[in-house]
C-alpha cells in the first residue's frame, strides 16, 4: 500500500526561513546592545591568590561600585596553578590580561613593559586619605621591590621566615633555642638521639623551586656572596646609577640593611660571571651547599618525597621539634591550635635562623629573604583614562580604613594571614603583634644565584641538581660543575631573549620594552593558522553552495539553506575552538617563539633541539614505561574480572560487583590523588605505617622521594588497577557473545583458561583495541598526576614529555619548542593508532 507524501506548502517553508533568519539577526542585535551598554561601564578585573583576604576585599569593592556607580569590579580568587593562570590570560592579549593581579609570580614583567609605572602616583595624593600615596605605605617594602628605579608593587602584608618550635618539647628536655649555626647543628644531633625528628622540612621538587630549601638556598648565599654587591651595583656612568641611591654606599657588614636600596646592574652580573669572577665552584659557593647539606642530615627520613603539608603535619602531631616556615604559619598555627583536642596542644615560638659564627668566609649575619608578602600589581594597557580609574581602586583598597577591613574579616574568619600590614594605620590583635615580633629587624638577601635573574628555567634545572645532591645522586664537585655550566647557559637565553649588549652604560630595558610595545600585548600569537582556518571556512561555504544547487527544486533548496544555517554556528566554534588552536600549534612548533618576542620560523631546529635535549631523553624512557604499564592495566587486570563476573552464576552477586567496580567512577581524579600521596607519605602514609604494623620496619621507604622508587610508584597508582571503564567494556562484549558460541566452547575446551584463550579473547579482539588505543592516548597525555605528586622529581626520575613541554610553555615562555613536543606527541599517538588498527583487526576492520 503506497502513501502520499504530505502536501508543504513552498510560501509557509519560506517563511520559516525568513523567519528564522529575523529571529537569528534580532538575538544578535539584542546581544551587541547589551554588549555596549555593558561596555559603557568601566570594568576592573581584580585576580588574586589571597584567600585570606577574599571576604574583605568583596566588602571593599562592593563599597567601591557603590560609590563608582559607573565603575564594576570584578573579583578572581584563584587557588590552584596561579602563576600558570595569569601567563595564559596575558598570551591572550591586554583584553584578557587582569587590570591588577600578584605580580610577584611573573617578575620579568617589568622589564618587559607588562607593568604600570607606579612612581608618579605613589607621590600623588590618595583622594581617600588626602596624603600622598607614598605616606599610607611601608615604604621600606616598596623601596625593595624597586627594580631599575621603577616601583611596580603596592604591598599589602609583609612577609619573612622563621624556625618555628614546639616550646612544650624544648622545656621538658631542656633545650634551648641556638644562637649559632654551630649550635644549630649541635642541637639537631641531640634531638635526633632523643628518638625525634629535629627538623620537618618538605623537600619535593616544588618545595626545592620555591619553597623552604630554595630560601634556605637563598639565605646561605647571601651570606658568602654578599660582599659581591660593589662589583656588580649600578656604577656611575651606568644608565641605572642612581647618586642619592648608590653614590654613597659603603659596605658594612655588621649592618643588615646597608644594601637595601642598592641598584644591582644586569649586565655587570653577567660580566661578572662571564669573566670567572663569579664562579659557582670556588670556596664560598662550596660552603654554601656544605652547609646546606650539612643541615639536611637533620631533616626528617625520606624529605625529598615530602611536601610542606605533610612536614607540617609531623611539626603539629609533635613529631618534629621544628619546621621552617614563613610568617604567614602564625596564623595557621593559631587556628590550629584552636582545633585540636585539649590534650594535643602545645606552645610554640618562632625564632629566626641563627647566624655562622666559626667561618671566614661568611659575611655577617643570616639576613632574611622576605618583603612583600601579598603584592598588587597594575597591568599597563592602552587607555589611559581605564589606568586611572584602575589605580584609583587600588587607592581605595590601600587607604587605612579600607584595608583594615581585610584584616578584621580575615581574623574574624580564621584565616591566617601572610604577615604584618604593609599599610600604615592597620593594627593587629595582641597575639599577632607579639608573634610577628621576630620577623622584624633582620634585613633582605641582595644577591639571589637560585638561578640567574629569577629566570625559571635556570631556577628550575637548580632545582633538580639540589635534589640530586641532597640525595647523594650528586658529588658536591659533580654538582657544582654543573651548577656552573647552567648558569652560564641561562646567561646565553637571557642574552638572546633580552638583548642584552653587556654594556651596562646603556639602558637595554627600553629598548626591550619598545620592542614589547610594538609588538602589542597578545600579538605574538600563531597568526600564520588564521588562513589556513580561512580556507576550511571558504570550503565549507564553497561545500555548502555546490550542494545547495545540486538540490533540483526550490522547496529542497529552501530545506538545505535552513540547515546550512543551522549548522553554521557549530561549525564556526569548532573552528574557532578545535581546529584553529590545532592547526596554529602545529605551524608554531616550526618557529621559535618566545614571551613578548614575535614569531620567527626555524624549520627542524625544534625538533633537532630535542634530540640535544637531556629532559626529552629521560623523558622518553619514563614514557615508554609508563605507556607499556599502561596498556597492561587497562587491559589485563579489567578483563579477568570481567571474565570472573560474567561466569557467576548468581545474577545478584554480578550486580553487586559489577556495581562495586563501577563507584570508584563518582570519586574526582584530583581526591583519589591526594589518596595516594597520603599512602605514601615517608612518614604517616598507610603504606609505611602497615609496614612498621606488621614489622617490616626495613622496608619502608621514601616512596616518592627515591628516584629508584618514583617511577615505580606512579605505576602502581591506583592498585589493583581494576579500572571501571575497562571492565564494563569487557563485560558487555562477553555479554554480547552468541549462546551458541558460549555452548559449543563448553564442549569443546577442556579447560577455562583455553575457553578464554581460544573463543573470548579473539571474540574481544574489538573491545581490546579500543581499550588499547585510549590508554596509549591517555599515557602520552597526562602529566597532571606526575606534576601533582613529584612534578618530575626527585630530579628528573619521573619527567616524561608532556610534562616537560607545559613547563616549557607555562614556566619557561618557549611556546615554539613546548608545541614541537606537543607536535611530536601527536605524531607518536596517531602513528600507534594506527599500528592498532593494522595488527589489532576484527571481522569488521
Same mark, same amino acid.
Given at each position: ?6 502536501? !508543504? ?61 559607573? *565603575?564594576? !569590579? ?19 592579549? %591586554? ?109 619535593? #621538587? ?136 585539649? %590534650? ?33 600589581? *597594575? ?24 584595608? &583594615? ?20 594605620? *592597620? ?72 638583548? #642584552? ?137 579489567? #578483563?579477568?574480572?570481567?571474565?570472573? *563476573? ?45 609496614? &612498621? ?70 571474540? #574481544? ?81
Amino acid at each position: 500500500m503506497f502513501h502520499r507524501a504530505p502536501h !508543504v506548502n513552498p510560501s509557509k517553508c519560506g517563511r520559516d526561513v525568513v523567519l528564522t533568519v529575523s529571529r537569528l539577526l534580532m538575538l544578535l542585535v539584542l546581544l551587541t546592545a547589551v554588549t555596549t551598554a555593558e561596555a559603557r561601564r568601566h570594568r576592573i578585573v581584580v585576580a588574586t591568590q589571597m584567600m585570606m583576604y577574599k571576604e574583605g576585599m568583596e566588602e571593599v569593592a562592593a563599597k567601591y561600585m557603590e560609590l563608582h556607580p559607573d *565603575v564594576e !569590579v570584578e573579583l578572581i580568587f584563584i587557588v590552584l596553578n596561579y602563576e600558570t593562570w595569569v601567563r595564559t590570560q596575558f598570551s591572550g592579549g %591586554e583584553r584578557m590580561a587582569p587590570d591588577i593581579y600578584n605580580g610577584n609570580v611573573t617578575n620579568t614583567f617589568g622589564r618587559m613593559g607588562r607593568w604600570v609605572v607606579l612612581n608618579d602616583y605613589l607621590e600623588a595624593d590618595n583622594p581617600y586619605t588626602g596624603l600622598p600615596w607614598r605616606e599610607t605605605l611601608e615604604m621600606n617594602l616598596v623601596e625593595k621591590s624597586k627594580e631599575t628605579g621603577r616601583f611596580y608593587h603596592i604591598p599589602l602584608d609583609f612577609i619573612e621566615t622563621g624556625l618555628f618550635y614546639n616550646r612544650d618539647i624544648f622545656e621538658k628536655k631542656g633545650y634551648e633555642v641556638p644562637q649559632s649555626w654551630e649550635e644549630m647543628m649541635e642541637l639537631g644531633e641531640r634531638i635526633r638521639a632523643d628518638g625525634l625528628v629535629p627538623f620537618a622540612i618538605p623537600g619535593i #621538587l616544588r618545595e626545592v623551586w620555591s619553597g623552604q630549601v630554595g630560601w634556605m638556598a637563598r639565605m646561605l648565599g647571601d651570606v658568602y656572596y654578599r660582599d659581591l654587591v660593589p662589583l656588580v651595583m649600578a656604577q656611575p656612568g651606568d644608565w641605572d646609577f642612581d647618586p642619592s641611591r648608590d653614590g654613597n654606599f659603603v659596605q658594612d657588614f655588621s649592618d643588615p640593611y646597608d644594601d637595601m636600596l642598592v641598584g644591582i646592574n644586569q649586565e655587570r652580573v653577567h660580566q661578572a660571571i662571564l669573566d670567572g669572577v663569579i664562579d659557582f665552584r670556588d670556596d664560598r659557593s662550596r660552603m654554601i651547599y656544605t652547609r646546606l647539606k650539612e643541615w639536611s642530615r637533620h631533616w626528617q627520613d625520606g624529605f625529598l618525597g615530602t611536601d610542606t603539608m605533610a612536614a607540617h603535619r609531623l611539626f603539629l602531631t609533635q613529631q618534629a621539634v621544628m619546621e621552617f616556615h614563613h610568617s604567614g604559619n602564625v596564623g595557621f598555627l593559631f587556628k590550629e591550635m584552636e582545633d585540636l583536642p585539649e %590534650e594535643d596542644r602545645f606552645e610554640w615560638g618562632v625564632f629566626p635562623v641563627p647566624s655562622i659564627k666559626d667561618d671566614p668566609l661568611a659575611l655577617g649575619p643570616m639576613r632574611g629573604i622576605g618583603g612583600i608578602g601579598s603584592s598588587l600589581t *597594575v597591568t599597563r594597557k592602552s587607555n589611559t583614562e581605564h589606568e586611572r580609574r584602575v589605580i584609583d581602586f587600588l587607592m581605595f583598597l590601600t587607604a587605612p580604613e579600607n584595608a &583594615r577591613v581585610l584584616y578584621d574579616r580575615a581574623i574574624e574568619l580564621r584565616r591566617p594571614i601572610v604577615g604584618p600590614p604593609a599599610v600604615k594605620g *592597620v593594627s593587629l590583635p595582641q597575639e599577632f603583634e607579639e608573634r610577628f615580633e621576630v620577623f622584624f629587624g633582620r634585613g633582605y638577601e641582595k644577591l639571589n644565584f637560585r638561578g640567574l635573574d629569577d629566570e625559571q628555567e635556570s631556577v628550575y634545572q637548580w632545582s633538580v641538581l639540589l635534589q640530586d645532591f641532597l640525595g647523594d645522586r650528586l658529588s658536591l664537585d659533580d654538582f657544582l660543575e654543573e651548577y656552573q655550566a647552567l648558569m652560564l647557559a641561562a646567561h646565553e637565553r637571557i642574552r638572546a631573549r633580552q638583548g #642584552l649588549d653587556m654594556d651596562p652604560t646603556t639602558n637595554d630595558l627600553e629598548r626591550q620594552q619598545a620592542e614589547a610595545a610594538a609588538l602589542g600585548s597578545g600579538q605574538a600569537v600563531a597568526l600564520t593558522g588564521i588562513p589556513i582556518v580561512l580556507a576550511v571556512g571558504l570550503l565549507f561555504i564553497g561545500l555548502m553552495t555546490f550542494l545547495y544547487f545540486q538540490n533540483p527544486t526550490g522547496l529542497m533548496r529552501r530545506q538545505a539553506l535552513t540547515a546550512y544555517i543551522m549548522l553554521t554556528p557549530t561549525f564556526l566554534l569548532l573552528v574557532g575552538f578545535m581546529y584553529y588552536p590545532a592547526i596554529a600549534g602545529l605551524f608554531a612548533g616550526f618557529t621559535e617563539w618566545e614571551e613578548g618576542q614575535r614569531q620567527r620560523f626555524i624549520g627542524l631546529d625544534n625538533f633537532t633541539r630535542m634530540l640535544s635535549d637531556p629532559f626529552m631523553r629521560v623523558g622518553a624512557w619514563n614514557q615508554f614505561l609508563l605507556l607499556v604499564t599502561g596498556v597492561l592495566k587497562a587491559t589485563i587486570v579489567p #578483563l579477568i574480572v570481567a571474565e570472573l *563476573v560474567f561466569y557467576l552464576k548468581s545474577r545478584k552477586l554480578q550486580f553487586f560487583f559489577r556495581t562495586g567496580f563501577l563507584v570508584p567512577l563518582v570519586v574526582p581524579a584530583m581526591v583519589a590523588l591526594l589518596i595516594w600521596a597520603f599512602v605514601y607519605d615517608p612518614q604517616t602514609g598507610v603504606l609505611n605505617a602497615t609496614l &612498621r604494623a606488621v614489622g617490616l620496619e626495613s622496608w619502608q621507604r621514601s616512596w616518592l622521594g627515591e628516584p629508584n622508587l618514583a617511577l615505580p610508584s606512579i605505576i602502581f597508582l591506583g592498585f589493583p588497577w581494576i579500572g571501571a571503564f575497562g571492565f564494563l567494556i569487557y563485560l558487555v562484549g562477553l555479554m554480547n557473545i552468541p549462546t551458541s558460541v558460549i555452548d559449543a566452547s563448553r564442549m569443546e575446551c577442556r579447560s577455562t583458561w583455553q575457553r578464554i584463550l581460544y573463543v573470548d579473547i579473539p571474540l #574481544l579482539k574489538g573491545q581490546t583495541r579500543l581499550l588499547i588505543i585510549l590508554a596509549m592516548i591517555g599515557t602520552l597525555q597526562d602529566f597532571q598526576t606526575i606534576l601533582i605528586l613529584t612534578q618530575g622529581g626527585p630530579g628528573t626520575s619521573t619527567m616524561i614529555p608532556a610534562l616537560h613541554m607545559f613547563y616549557g610553555a607555562f614556566r619557561f615562555d618557549h611556546f615554539g619548542y613546548a608545541s614541537a613536543i606537543g607536535v611530536v606527541l601527536f605524531a607518536v599517538i596517531l602513528l600507534l593508532t594506527m599500528a592498532c588498527f593494522k595488527f589489532l583487526k576484527t571481522e569488521e576492520t
